[in-house]
């Protein structure tokens, strides 16, 4: 399989060149920004089209939940019409098309898990130009269109090194504990991803790692060793004196469909084990 990585140097599109070295493929074009700017219609069709993939793992994104809010043109041209781009040229040669959406998709106000059949309601910027993307790439009917969430991985910022940094100076830690979802590894995303990408059982899908818990509890969690206490507050205590995007409350992702097609992650408990061990290890390089 020929594979092209949009999105290369964030957390996911690390961990798929990181599988693919690892399974031998040598046969892949990895880019970010600078190699092809998504939302550059004449370059992503060059691009493309010159290279022909067999697959194409689309995940640049504005990930800027907070910032979109204030820069929505911005981040509707990345998300919106970079992945139109990507979609156009993917169905001109012919090539699978594996997209990251979120559960910013969903609103957050149902009761139980969100299955891939419920209406999606966005409520934030991010959230609506997301759900914009996965109807682009609905287009190309060799599509696989993930919803994940909480992402964290070895190459780029995220909530756990963020904990980890800040337990070192901080007694206390307030998280907010009325947010409910699941944590999401990128290397355990990635080699599923590349699994599904070797079938043709296409749609969507949600992916997260197995079980679910409140940014509090994920936090606790993360710092276990240490001797931080973590406060738990609400959405609304904690972003009294930040300007915020809307945030769902519930985040848990029904993953029935992903295991009868494919295999289920670990949990996330699992994950934050094996890589809080990848960042000891990254630290002593």
């Not at 992650?265 to 290890?281: G, N």
Request: with cysteine.
């Amino acid at each position: 399989m020929r594979s092209l990585i949009t999105g290369v140097n964030g957390q996911l599109g690390y961990d798929i060149v990181r599988h693919l070295n690892l399974l031998g493929e040598k046969d892949y074009m990895a880019l970010d920004i600078a190699d092809m700017d998504i939302t550059n219609r004449e370059q992503v069709m060059e691009v493309i089209k010159k290279y022909k993939p067999d697959v194409i793992f689309h995940c640049a994104a504005w990930t800027a939940v907070d910032r979109a809010e204030d820069e929505e043109e911005m981040c509707t041209k990345v998300n919106v019409e970079g992945t139109k781009n990507i979609a156009d040229a993917s169905i001109e040669v012919g090539a699978k098309l594996v997209y990251m959406s979120t559960d910013y998709v969903f609103d957050g106000t149902k009761e139980g898990m969100y299955t891939e059949e419920d209406q999606p309601n966005p409520q934030s910027v991010y959230g609506k130009t997301k759900f914009l993307g996965e109807e682009e790439v609905r287009r190309n009917p060799k599509h696989f269109i993930t919803r994940i969430s909480w992402v964290f991985g070895i190459n780029g910022n995220n909530f756990i090194k963020t904990m980890l940094k800040l337990s070192e100076n901080h007694d206390e830690l307030s998280v907010v504990a009325d947010q409910i979802g699941s944590p999401t590894y990128t290397y355990d995303l990635a080699k599923l991803l590349i699994d599904m990408s070797e079938t043709e059982k296409y749609g969507t899908y949600n992916v997260t790692n197995e079980e679910f818990c409140s940014w509090a509890e994920f936090a606790e969690y993360v710092l276990k060793d240490t001797d931080t206490k973590i406060n738990h507050v609400t959405t609304e205590e904690y972003g009294k004196d930040k300007k915020q995007a809307y945030r769902p409350k519930n985040s848990r992702l029904d993953k029935t469909k992903l295991g009868d097609n494919f295999y289920r992650l670990p949990t996330w408990q699992d994950a934050t084990d094996r890589y809080k061990k990848e960042l000891v290890k990254v630290r002593k390089k």
